[in-house]
Nanobody
Framework: QVQLVESGGGLVQAGGSLRLSCAAS????????MGWFRQAPGKEREFVAR??????SYADSVKGRFTISRDNRKNNVYLQMNNLKPEDTAVYYC????????????WGQGTQVTVSS
């Protein structure tokens, strides 16, 4: 059974940093495209970052501030978030999909990130 568990969320002041972690079980992350998404209150879930064998990509809103990485030995994926802004406040979700699929088929339960001004 595949399970993704996020951690590392919390309350931080604008300009601060947080590092989110996603621990995977039941799946070998190195074989999957792994992504981070977020959903703010009253808004649709949106793409934040993605990492695969060829590299990483980011939403324009976080480019230069966030960095996605993976540790295949630990089967973890991370999202380093720097220079956080109040508009980054959201529930952040880790997700995974098999290369070639259009939709992510594995999702974590989410972790809350709140950035105060």
């Amino acid at each position: 059974q595949v399970q993704l568990v996020e951690s590392g969320g919390g309350l931080v002041q604008a300009g601060g940093s947080l590092r989110l972690s996603c621990a995977a079980s039941g799946v070998t992350l190195s074989s999957y495209v792994m992504g981070w998404f977020r959903q703010a209150p009253g808004k649709e879930r949106e793409f934040v970052a993605r990492i695969m064998w060829s590299g990483a990509s980011y939403a324009d809103s976080v480019k230069g501030r966030f960095t996605i990485s993976r540790d295949n030995r630990k089967n973890n994926v991370y999202l380093q978030m720097n220079n956080l802004k109040p508009e980054d406040t959201a529930v952040y979700y880790c997700a995974g999909k098999t290369l070639g699929l259009s939709d992510y088929n594995y999702w974590g339960q989410g972790t809350q990130v709140t950035v105060s001004s």
